[in-house]
Each structure stands twice: as structure tokens, then as C-alpha cells.
């Protein structure tokens, strides 16, 4: 049987920070900033998690952060008081946003998209584009698979247990379906080593 990205994060919220944490202060940290440059007004960050990205909100922002697991959510509301701006925390469907069109100024996820199966990965990138106002900012930090070499062959032994635990793969076509979704790339760069992509786009 194959488990729900529900199931998943439900299972692992209570051990998903300390699992991270290498990865968090060795990698995560330096590049979690490049979120949020020039970004103001009323941002959506999809994909919560346990609310690492809450440093990093901009004074002069308020935050709505949503996410498919309760559990995850929980642990995002312990870490409230690391944001220094407004934060409201929903659970909700990044496919399905309950939100109406045009209600945000920009739109944020890290490593959410690398969770989200082939099939959900343009509605979720539609969703995005539709609750941010024309010419708003959609950025994603997304894990992808190494070209080639050692760092590709370490993901190759990584993957089972990363889709095991996160249902993430290094595979996903997140970037192709930026257009497929009708909004337009602005931006792609590697920014850790050629394992994690810094993508923008604008609806
Ligand atoms: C790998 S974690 C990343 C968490 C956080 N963004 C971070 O940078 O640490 C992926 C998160 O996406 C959430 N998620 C997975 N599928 C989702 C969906 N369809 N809608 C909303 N959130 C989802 C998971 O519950 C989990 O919290």
C-alpha cells in the first residue's frame, strides 16, 4: 500500500526537525533568505513545515502558511515566535487552496513541489498563480537529481529512503511545469552545489 503525503508527514512530524537538522545548518540556512528578497505585502507560504522559513519573513509582511498535515502544523505553531511579523497557519490542500483569486501579493514553498507527485504538480503550481495578484512573485527552493557524478550517484542511494520518509524525489519536473501552468519562469539557478534550484516565477 502506498502511503498519502497526508500519512507521511502525520507519521514523521515528531522526528522531521532532528531528521533535518544536518541538512538545515549545513545547507538549508545560507539559502533560505533568497526566498524572500524584495518580497512585501501579503505572502502565502505553501508547504509550512514546522515553520523553518519563519526567520526569514520580511518585517513588512503578514504570512499565511498552510499545510496538508495537522501534525506538521503543530510543530509550526511552536515555532510562531521565531517569525517577527503576523503569521496565520491553515491546514489546507496546496492543489485545492481555499483562498480566492488574486488575495495574495506572492507565494513562497521550499522543497514542497519535490513531495508533490508528477500528477499534482502543475494543479499545485496553478493554485499558486491563481491566489496571486498579476504580476505577483512565486519562488520554490526544489531539490533535483545531479547531472552526473558522485553527487548524483549519493542521490540515487538517498532516493528510497527520502520517498520513504518525505515522498520526495530528485526528479521532479517542477520547472517544466511553470509554463505548463501558465506562469512565467523569471528565474532558475543552482544555488547548493547542482542539488537545489532557486526557481521564480510570476503569475
Ligand atoms: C519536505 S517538507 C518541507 C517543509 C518546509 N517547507 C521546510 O522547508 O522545512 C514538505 C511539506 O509539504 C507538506 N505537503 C505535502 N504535500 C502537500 C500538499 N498537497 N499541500 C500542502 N502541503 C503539503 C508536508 O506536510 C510537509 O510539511
Redesign the pocket.
Known amino acids: 500500500m502506498s502511503l498519502s503525503?497526508f500519512d507521511r508527514?502525520q507519521r514523521i512530524a515528531w522526528a522531521y526537525d532532528l531528521l533535518?537538522l544536518p541538512f538545515e545548518y549545513g545547507r538549508?540556512r545560507k539559502i533560505r533568505p533568497l526566498l524572500f528578497r524584495g518580497l512585501s505585502g501579503r505572502i502565502l507560504e505553501?508547504?509550512?513545515?514546522?515553520g523553518?522559513?519563519f526567520p526569514f519573513y520580511p518585517p513588512t509582511s503578514e504570512v499565511v502558511g498552510?499545510?496538508?498535515?495537522p501534525a506538521?502544523l503543530a510543530r509550526a505553531e511552536c515555532r510562531r515566535h521565531t517569525a517577527a511579523t503576523k503569521v496565520e497557519l491553515r491546514q489546507?490542500?496546496?492543489?485545492q487552496l481555499n483562498f480566492p483569486d488574486r488575495s495574495f501579493d506572492a507565494a513562497v514553498?521550499?522543497?514542497?513541489f519535490c513531495?508533490?507527485p508528477d500528477e499534482?504538480q502543475i494543479a499545485?503550481m496553478r493554485e499558486l498563480g491563481r491566489v496571486v495578484k498579476p504580476g505577483g512573485i512565486i519562488r520554490c527552493l526544489e531539490y533535483t537529481r545531479p547531472s552526473g557524478g558522485f553527487r548524483r550517484a549519493m542521490t540515487r542511494l538517498w532516493e528510497p529512503w527520502v520517498y520513504w520518509a518525505?515522498?520526495?524525489g530528485f526528479d521532479r519536473q517542477t520547472e517544466r511545469h511553470v509554463p505548463e501552468a501558465g506562469l512565467q519562469l523569471r528565474e532558475s539557478r543552482f544555488v547548493a552545489d547542482e542539488l537545489i534550484k532557486l526557481l521564480g516565477a510570476v503569475a
Open positions: 503525503n508527514y533535518d538549508y505553501a508547504g509550512v513545515g514546522t523553518r522559513n498552510i499545510d496538508l498535515s506538521m489546507m490542500d496546496v492543489t514553498a521550499t522543497f514542497l513531495t508533490l499534482l499545485g518525505y515522498g520526495a
